[in-house]
């Protein structure tokens, strides 16, 4: 096959590769589509992947809608908007802790959102410049300390 055949078949293998992206389905896991291509696994590799859907790993929130909310903000909570535990009355707090959703998949949710918010305002941002020098510092302590014996035993000093 020579480079001109290639050069006109390329649009076609273009088409081939986006038309397959886009029938994947957002709430799908990579591990279903895994399964997909390899087939299903025995014992522990079955396992895994209801383990990970179970956790939400892989999926969007089931409050996020494209079409409302525009792009995925993984930091963003897209769930309806409630009283803030401390404006709550004491009255109130029984009623309150009924509209939460209790468990692990919304405590890892809650973990997921905080890091994504975190690495958002302090690690891809202009104040990352925080990290590196506090990185290091830390470096700078670790090796020091660790060398400290090998060095100790030339100290200078003066016998009187």
Known sequence: MGIKQEIEELPKKLVEVTSKRDRQVPGETSWENIQ?????????????????????????PKEFNPRVHGPYYPSRNYAK????????KLG??????????????PFSMVLSRRMWTVMQKYKTSAASMYFIWLYGAVGMTYF?????????????????
């Open 81 to 88: 908007a409630d009283v803030s535990f401390w404006d709550c």
């Open 92 to 105: 109130e707090l029984p009623k309150w802790f009924g509209r939460r959703q209790l468990g692990v998949r």
């Open 36 to 60: 997909k291509k390899f087939g299903k696994g025995t014992g522990f590799t079955q396992a895994l992947p209801k383990l990970f859907q179970y956790f939400g790993a892989g999926t969007y």
């Open 144 to 160: 020091y300390i660790m060398q400290y014996p090998k060095y100790s035993n030339e100290r200078h000093s003066k016998y009187h």
